[in-house]
T-cell receptor, first 114, second 108 residues
Framework: DAGVIQSPRHEVTEMGQEVTLRCKPI?????LFWYRQTMMRGLELLIY????????DSGMPEDRFSAKMPNASFSTLKIQPSEPRDSAVYFC????????????FGPGTRLTVT | DAKTTQPNSMESNEEEPVHLPCNHS???????IHWYRQLPSQGPEYVIH???SNVNNRMASLAIAEDRKSSTLILHRATLRDAAVYYC?????????FGTGTSLTVIP
């Protein structure tokens, strides 16, 4: 298996622009997680899905952030409008329902908002 | 809130064993102890987990204290590729809290 795939790997955008991050989980995994990592705050959970349904979005910073999972093989995290403080590495992870806590992380998307 | 406590950093010589400690004095009976590691510029990677008994896999061993209030991740022979941040997590109670982890430096 190719593992969790994220795109783009790097994104540089200007403040106010819309940013869309993409994730393809491992086939057969029922859970999908979006995390954000910064030096100041470490690794934080933003939202997670089970069978394409959002279960907990309490970590989403504010209304500028939204996440969707239209099918079992694809998810997006959108920031609109983006701000410099959104600069971070965003990770997507997935896990099978039988081993929910063994999460498999993607390589991350490094977002820089100028 | 049941969190874990780990040293901020540790050093080890290459090819020597490394013992990474984790304290979790308020662990509940249903919490599993999970370890992840994050290599530079990569996403976290699952290492091992356990409940009560010691566990071994190809990557590491996990030694769990009898009272479960602490555990130790053991890398039997550290290599330069083991240099990473190691996170100890209680699941499900703190399932998504990674904390700051222990940054392991391996000295050639």
């Amino acid at each position: 298996d190719a593992g969790v795939i994220q795109s783009p790997r790097h994104e540089v955008t200007e403040m106010g622009q819309e940013v869309t991050l993409r994730c393809k989980p491992i086939s057969g995994h029922d859970y999908l997680f979006w995390y954000r990592q910064t030096m100041m705050r470490g690794l934080e959970l933003l939202i997670y899905f089970n069978n394409n349904v959002p279960i907990d979005d309490s970590g989403m910073p504010e209304d500028r952030f939204s996440a969707k999972m239209p099918n079992a093989s694809f998810s997006t995290l959108k920031i609109q409008p983006s701000e410099p403080r959104d600069s971070a590495v965003y990770f997507c992870a997935s896990s099978p329902s039988g081993a929910r806590y063994e999460q498999y992380f993607g390589p991350g998307t490094r977002l820089t908002v100028t | 809130d049941a969190k874990t406590t780990q040293p901020n950093s540790m050093e080890s010589n290459e090819e020597e064993p490394v013992h990474l400690p984790c304290n979790h004095s308020t662990i509940s009976g249903t919490d599993y102890i999970h370890w992840y590691r994050q290599l530079p510029s990569q996403g976290p990677e699952y290492v091992i987990h356990g409940l009560t008994s010691n566990v071994n896999n190809r990557m590491a061993s996990l030694a769990i204290a009898e009272d479960r209030k602490s555990s130790t991740l053991i890398l039997h022979r550290a290599t330069l590729r083991d240099a990473a941040v190691y996170y100890c997590i209680l699941r499900p109670r703190n399932q998504f809290y990674f904390g700051t982890g222990t940054s392991l430096t391996v000295i050639p």
